[in-house]
């Protein structure tokens, strides 16, 4: 047995529409876009004020003009949202539900426009760094320490990995700025250097060497180096054969997948030496003396690498702050 087309069709548009309980009707294909925010802060305003003019007044129009919006929006929703009558106006119960909907949605719009704004000028947000290590009292140290009690309500994420590690996960974006030793040149990154650290020799504080004010490379030819696999490891291990490449033997360089502290006490207990950034000297590990190494071209630039398409302020107000230290740290970190 066949349906008739128009009982269906009937059916299907009894329950697109909803009755409200003054006994209206919400047109099923209410387009919301057509909602002006100027008719919603008007409507509040009357239910507010219960009075045309006064509401008129609060929002820095006419009489007419809000009049006209309100039925304007009356007629959009199909409802209507305040009663009349020669003392005044009232809202109707189902005016008295939409203003308490969208007083709300108001609410949260602005308390969105707010966190975007605040977000935008670094106010607030999270900011992930990829680092080889943090040092107590070293200048990484105090750059976050400064950052975090300067923008509190950024969420400060920390990565630790090697330099290989960390400008990966850059470019996957799952980092906004990574600090690296060297001058990295990269051609899909930004970098700067940021700050400096001499280059110091770690020794066992019995060795023959422990009591130099400084020594030079060729002091160390003979020496037992340790690395580390992780962190700066891999650079260390570069800078040293660079340095020794022309001495016969090969310098013996030892791998081990240790944490900074562990290799320093290894050092402490005679397995052998290795080199460090003056501010590593700032741990407090015994039985190890740090020397300067006299020959050394320069001191140990560490850089800040960031991708080209980041516009975080809170990046950007990292890296003023960075700036700003780098007179103070300059030939101490």
Same mark, same amino acid.
């Given at each position: 047995m066949r349906r008739c087309p128009d009982r269906i069709g009937g059916k299907r548009n009894m329950m697109r529409r909803r009755v409200l309980k003054d006994g209206q009707t919400q047109p099923p ?38 009049? #006209? ?19 005044? %106006?009232?809202? #109707? ?168 502290? #562990?290799?320093?006490?290894? %050092? ?66």
């Amino acid at each position: 047995m066949r349906r008739c087309p128009d009982r269906i069709g009937g059916k299907r548009n009894m329950m697109r529409r909803r009755v409200l309980k003054d006994g209206q009707t919400q047109p099923p294909h209410l387009r919301v876009g057509r909602i002006s925010m100027a008719s919603l802060l008007q409507m509040l305003a009357v239910a507010e004020h219960l009075n045309f003019h006064h509401a008129a007044k609060a929002v820095g129009t006419s009489q007419s003009s809000v009049s #006209t919006r309100i039925r304007g929006l009356e007629q959009e929703l199909g409802i209507t949202l305040f009663a009349r009558n020669t003392r005044g %106006v009232r809202l #109707t119960e189902a005016g008295r539900l939409f203003v308490e909907r969208v007083t709300t949605g108001i609410d949260q719009l602005e308390h969105a426009v707010r966190m975007a704004r605040m977000a935008a000028s670094g106010e607030c947000g999270r900011l992930r760094i990829g680092v080889h290590g943090i040092i107590p009292g070293g200048f990484l140290s105090e750059l976050l320490r400064r950052y975090r009690e300067n923008h509190a309500c950024i969420e400060v994420e920390i990565t630790e990995g090697t330099a290989r590690e960390t400008i990966a996960q850059l470019r996957a974006d799952k980092l906004d700025v990574a600090f690296v030793v060297g001058k990295p040149e990269l051609p899909d990154c930004h970098s700067r250097p940021v700050w400096t650290e001499p280059l110091l020799v770690a020794l066992p504080d019995g060795h023959p060497l422990a009591g130099c004010s400084g020594i030079s490379w060729s002091d160390l030819a003979e020496e037992t180096f340790l690395v580390r696999q992780c962190g700066t490891g891999p650079q260390v291990y570069d800078h040293i054969a660079l340095r020794l490449a022309a001495r016969w033997p090969a310098p013996s360089i030892l791998r081990f997948d240790v944490g900074r502290g #562990t290799l320093l006490s290894m %050092v402490g207990q005679r397995f052998g030496v290795t080199i460090v950034g003056a501010g590593t000297a700032l741990l407090p590990i015994s039985g190890v003396v740090f020397i300067a190494i006299l020959d050394e071209p320069e001191p140990i630039s560490f850089s800040a690498v960031w991708s080209p398409s980041n516009r975080s302020a809170a990046l950007r107000n990292l890296l003023s702050i960075a700036d700003k230290m780098d007179e103070l740290f300059c030939g101490h970190s």
